[in-house]
T-cell receptor
Framework: GESVGLHLPTLSVQEGDNSIINCAYS??????FIWYKQESGKGPQFIID?????DKRQGQRVTVLLNKTVKHLSLQIAATQPGDSAVYFC????????????FGTGTRLKVLA | DAGVTQSPTHLIKTRGQHVTLRCSPI?????VSWYQQVLGQGPQFIFQ???????GRGNFPDRFSARQFPNYSSELNVNALLLGDSALYLC???????????FGSGTRLTVV
């Protein structure tokens, strides 16, 4: 399949280690945030979301942290597996009045065996 | 349960031509959005439709248009194609306007 994100920042992580992917968002009025995973030849896949009234949310092996003070979002993946290799995007949305997600530039995660 | 389905998966068009891309949302989803993803970049918002009405439009020229049908499926139309329109066009559906969207696998458009 074709490659997504040929010149994206890359994070290389050893299999079994934890991964932390960071994202700076642009709009201080954004109140809904999502992390997506995109594998080559596929559309973005929803991982986890968080609203601005929370600063942390946990899913299965993933945790999202939101720091509204510095407009920063992070995705933590525990015990990274080869299947986690993909490009990860954060997206922000301002719920009232606008209905478009603004995506970040993406980070490529490479899991080393 | 079928996910978001898009057709065609790939197509090649010549500059100046017109193209129609199609999207079927997940059953029960009433909101459909369209995104353009150029290689190496994140998706860029084009349109959102909810209950057959346009609810949002991104910074794209008037050559881009869309519509949503009574069964909530959607079409994206692009007229007078330019080389720069070559991209992966993604359709996403959601139950409502503020829920996380589920994306289809996209249509890869190449303009030559």
């Amino acid at each position: 399949g074709e490659s997504v994100g040929l010149h994206l920042p890359t994070l290389s992580v050893q299999e079994g280690d934890n991964s932390i992917i960071n994202c700076a968002y642009s709009n201080s009025a954004s109140d809904y945030f999502i992390w997506y995973k995109q594998e080559s030849g596929k559309g973005p896949q929803f991982i986890i979301d968080i609203r601005s009234n929370m600063d942390k949310r946990q899913g299965q092996r993933v945790t999202v942290l939101l720091n509204k003070t510095v407009k920063h979002l992070s995705l933590q993946i525990a015990a990274t597996q080869p299947g986690d290799s993909a490009v990860y995007f954060c997206a922000e949305n301002k719920s009232s009045g606008t209905y478009k997600y603004i995506f970040g530039t993406g980070t490529r995660l490479k899991v080393l065996a | 349960d079928a996910g978001v389905t898009q057709s065609p998966t790939h197509l090649i068009k010549t500059r100046g031509q017109h193209v129609t891309l199609r999207c079927s949302p997940i059953s029960g989803h009433k909101s459909v959005s369209w995104y353009q993803q150029v290689l190496g970049q994140g998706p860029q918002f084009i349109f959102q439709y909810y209950e057959k009405e346009e609810r949002g439009r991104g910074n794209f020229p008037d050559r881009f248009s869309a519509r949503q049908f009574p069964n909530y499926s959607s079409e994206l139309n692009v007229n007078a194609l330019l080389l720069g329109d070559s991209a992966l066009y993604l359709c996403a559906s959601s139950q409502g306007t503020d829920y996380g969207y589920t994306f289809g696998s996209g249509t890869r458009l190449t303009v030559v």
